[in-house]
C-alpha cells in the first residue's frame, strides 16, 4: 500500500493545493465585487450629487461657465414636495436594496415580489426620485445637467444588467420582464418611439457617445428653456421698497430689497418675514454704507437694488441666534429712468443702466441692537464692467416669480 501511495505523481497533490487557491482566490473576487455592486450603482448618483457643488465659485467667477451656478428652478421651488421625494426615494431605496440582496445571499434567484413586483429596477427608481427632490429644493444648471446623465447612466447600466439577467434566468426574466415596467407606467409608448431614433441604430459606441451628447444638450435646451419661460412671465421681485436719504443734495433714492435668497430655508414664514425687515432697517441705518454712497452723486432716478448672501458666520450664526449671524449685502446702483412699480419688472429691467456695485460684507443686527453700525466688515465700491448684470441674473434666477 506504501508503494502504491510512493507512485502516485508529486504534482497531483501540487494541483489540488493550486486549485483550491485557484477557487479561494475567485471566491474573494466574486465576494469582493458583490460588496462592491452598490457602490457601483450609487456612482452615478454620487456623481450627481458632487455636480451639484462643484467648483461653484470657480464656474461663477469665469463670464463663459457661470451660467452653469445659475438656478434653473428657483430656490425651493416645491420644498414640501422635495423633501416628500427625497424621503421616498431614500426609503424605497432601503427596500429594493434589502431585496436584492438577501435573496443574492440566500440564492433565491430571480427577484419578482415586494417592489421587484411591478418595477424591474426600483433602485434606480429611487435615486430618480431623490434626484428630482433636489432639483426641486436646489435646481442649478449644473445639477440639472448633472440628473440628465445621471438618468442616461442608469439606462445604460440597466440594460446591461437585464442582459446578464436574460443569460442567468432566460426565459423566467423574459416573462417577468413582459409583465413589469422598466421606470414608469405607460413607459412603452415612449419607449417605442426612441428605440425608432436612428442615433440607436448605430454602431455600440458611436452610439453610447452620441446619445450621451444628445442627453446633454437636451438637458441644457430644456434648462434654458425653462429660464426664458421663467423670465417671460415674470412681472414682480419678493421686495421690500423703501427710500434711502443720503445728503442734502437729493432728498431720497429709491430703495429696493430683494427678500431671498439668504433665508429661503427658513421653515417658518414668520421667521424670514421678520429678519428681512431687520436686515432692511440694518442697511438703511449703517453710516458706512451711507459714506460709501454719498461718495457716487447719486441723482433721483437712481435706484439701489440690494442682494443678500450669507455672511462669514452664517452657517453657524443662524442656527442658533439670527441676531447674531452675519449676512453680506451686494447693492447695485442703476439709473433708472422707468422706476418699479411692483408688477411692472420687465419696463423696469428693460431700462435700467448699472452704474456701480457696492459690496458689503458681515452685517448683525446684534450689533446695530447695541448701538454699533451693524457693519462690522468692510464696504467696497467697485465698477461694474460687465460683472453686475451677471450677478443679477444669478441671484433673480434664485427667486420664485
Known amino acids: ?43 452615478p448618483f454620487a456623481g450627481f450629487l458632487y455636480g451639484s457643488v462643484m467648483h461653484i465659485g470657480v464656474l461663477s467667477n469665469n463670464p463663459y461657465t457661470s451660467w452653469l451656478v445659475h438656478f434653473v428652478l428657483p430656490i425651493h421651488t416645491l420644498f414640501p414636495l422635495g423633501l416628500i421625494l427625497i424621503f421616498a426615494g431614500f426609503s424605497i431605496f432601503l427596500v429594493g436594496a434589502f431585496q436584492i440582496y438577501s435573496a443574492k445571499l440566500l440564492k433565491k434567484g430571480l427577484v419578482k415580489t415586494g417592489i421587484y413586483r411591478k418595477f424591474r429596477h426600483p433602485q ?21 445637467i448633472a440628473f440628465f446623465i445621471m438618468m442616461w447612466l442608469y439606462y445604460v447600466l440597466s440594460k446591461s444588467e437585464e442582459k446578464k439577467c436574460f443569460e442567468l434566468f432566460g426565459e423566467e426574466f423574459e416573462a417577468y420582464r413582459s409583465k413589469t415596467c422598466f421606470f ?25 457617445i452620441t446619445s450621451f451628447l444628445a442627453v446633454v444638450s437636451l438637458s441644457i435646451g430644456i434648462g434654458f428653456l425653462i429660464k426664458e419661460i421663467r423670465a417671460e412671465f415674470r412681472t414682480t421681485l419678493p421686495v421690500i421698497e423703501g427710500t434711502l436719504e ?28 421678520q429678519y428681512m425687515e431687520k436686515i432692511f432697517a440694518m442697511v438703511t441705518s449703517s453710516s458706512k454704507i451711507k459714506q460709501a454712497l454719498n461718495q457716487l452723486n447719486l441723482e433721483e432716478d437712481n435706484t439701489l437694488l440690494v442682494f443678500l448672501t450669507p ?5 453657524s450664526g443662524a442656527h442658533r441666534d439670527y441676531s447674531r449671524a452675519k449676512v453680506n449685502a451686494y447693492i447695485v446702483n442703476m439709473k433708472t429712468p422707468v422706476h418699479f412699480t411692483g408688477n411692472n419688472f420687465r419696463k423696469f429691467r428693460d431700462n ?17 441692537e447695541s448701538g454699533q453700525d451693524p457693519v462690522e466688515g468692510g464696504v467696497t465700491v467697485e465698477e461694474p464692467q460687465g460683472r ?11 427667486l420664485k416669480g
Open 1 to 43: 500500500m506504501k508503494q502504491g501511495l510512493n507512485n502516485i505523481p508529486k504534482n497531483v497533490g501540487e494541483k489540488t493545493i493550486s486549485d483550491a487557491r485557484v477557487l479561494h482566490t475567485l471566491f474573494k473576487t466574486g465576494a469582493f465585487f458583490i460588496i462592491l455592486e452598490p457602490v457601483w450603482m450609487l456612482l
Open 246 to 273: 443720503l445728503s442734502n443734495t437729493i432728498r431720497k433714492v429709491k430703495f429696493l430689497m430683494i427678500k431671498g435668497p439668504v433665508l429661503q430655508a427658513a421653515p417658518v414664514e414668520k421667521i424670514r418675514t
Open 184 to 208: 414608469f407606467p405607460g413607459e412603452k409608448a415612449f419607449f417605442s418611439i426612441t428605440d425608432k431614433l436612428p442615433l440607436l441604430n448605430l454602431a455600440k459606441r458611436a452610439g453610447i
Open 311 to 315: 455672511g462669514s458666520n452664517w452657517y
Open 352 to 368: 435700467w443702466q448699472i452704474t456701480h456695485l457696492i459690496r458689503v460684507k458681515d452685517m448683525s443686527y446684534g450689533r446695530m
Open 388 to 398: 453686475g448684470g451677471e450677478r443679477i441674473n444669478f441671484f433673480l434666477s434664485g
Open 124 to 144: 434606480y427608481l429611487a435615486l430618480t426620485l431623490f434626484g428630482i427632490g433636489i432639483l426641486l429644493t436646489w435646481g442649478r444648471f449644473i445639477t440639472f
